[in-house]
């Protein structure tokens, strides 16, 4: 028996391919992605010529920021981040601008389970020789700037060592980490310390693209914030540190000016007291502004 024997080159791809995936996909959107997927992939590998070396390169680089991923790391979001896709799709995803607070990021470091604190407590288990003590405070409110009451601030940041706490086992777990809720008045206020500018892993695969491509790896110092509360979108998102070197040249794309916070100099005695800070602290006082969910 003859079997009849499809010829696939340059004359037929990427439409064969494409018919092939278009005819049996079920999903709408998953059709609408792979199509559009297979489109580009084909395109690109068109128009750079890509040797099979350079592909067999492409999947080693691959395999091996699948295998930097563990339960603590993801070298994927890592990558997605150094390429400016991680920042892209959030900003696809929260075209709401200029009505609330902007989003930016989550990046590869956020762990579930912070422990809740009580309103002025401290994150702080470990302080950092060169850590400078600051507060951070403000309100969280609606799109008409009423309080917003039951909102769960998630918070976390590096040391000013720039480590998260999983990548130093000299830290203790959750540290620089928290979770405040608040009340009526809608605002919340904790002691941290103010975040400096750190270098995103450079110890895998993502870190030596960043070298080939002469990428420098730092972030501007920020704290990470995911904020929810009943009613309204969940919002993931920062507060940079005025001044910072790296604000305009972020390795993972993601500074916004609005989200700048101004830290100064504080030098309320009562403050102090009433947060038990010993000796001189910074201030930064920034609101949030949630979005009614749809």
């Known amino acids: 028996m003859s079997v009849k024997v499809k010829d696939f080159g340059l004359d037929n791809m990427p439409q064969a391919v494409l018919e092939e995936y278009g005819s049996k996909t079920e999903d709408p959107r998953l059709r609408e992605i792979m199509l559009a997927l297979i489109t580009h992939l084909h395109e690109f590998v068109k128009e750079v010529e890509l040797t099979e070396e350079e592909w067999f390169k492409a999947i080693q680089f691959l395999t091996a920021v699948g295998h930097k991923c563990d339960d603590v790391r993801q070298e994927f979001i890592l990558l997605s981040d150094t390429l400016g896709v991680s920042s892209l799709v959030d900003t696809v995803n929260h075209l709401r601008k200029g009505i609330g607070t902007e989003n930016t990021v989550l990046g590869p470091f956020y762990v579930p389970g912070s422990p809740e604190k009580p309103m002025g407590a401290s994150i702080v288990q ?9 507060v951070v405070n403000g309100t969280v409110r609606d799109q008409d700037g009423n309080p917003v009451a039951n909102a769960v601030l998630d918070v976390w940041q590096s040391s000013s060592e720039g480590l998260y706490h999983m990548q130093d086992e000299n830290m203790p777990e959750y540290n620089l980490c928290g979770r405040f809720t608040t009340g009526d008045d809608g605002k919340y206020i904790f002691v941290t310390e103010k975040p400096a500018a750190y270098p995103v892993p450079t110890d895998g695969p993502v870190g030596d ?78 609101d949030f502004t949630l979005l009614a969910s749809k």
């Open 126 to 134: 470990k302080p950092t020789e060169k850590g400078v003590t600051a």
């Open 209 to 286: 693209m960043l070298r080939a491509c002469g990428r420098h790896p730092m972030r501007p110092g920020h704290l990470h914030f995911i904020i929810t509360a009943p009613g309204y979108d969940r919002l993931v998102t920062h507060i940079f540190t005025n001044g910072d070197e790296y604000l305009d040249s972020d390795a993972v794309f993601a500074t916004k000016s609005s989200l700048v916070g101004e830290y100064k100099p504080c030098n309320d005695e009562a403050l102090a007291q009433e947060l038990n800070i010993d000796g001189d602290f910074e201030k930064v006082d920034f």
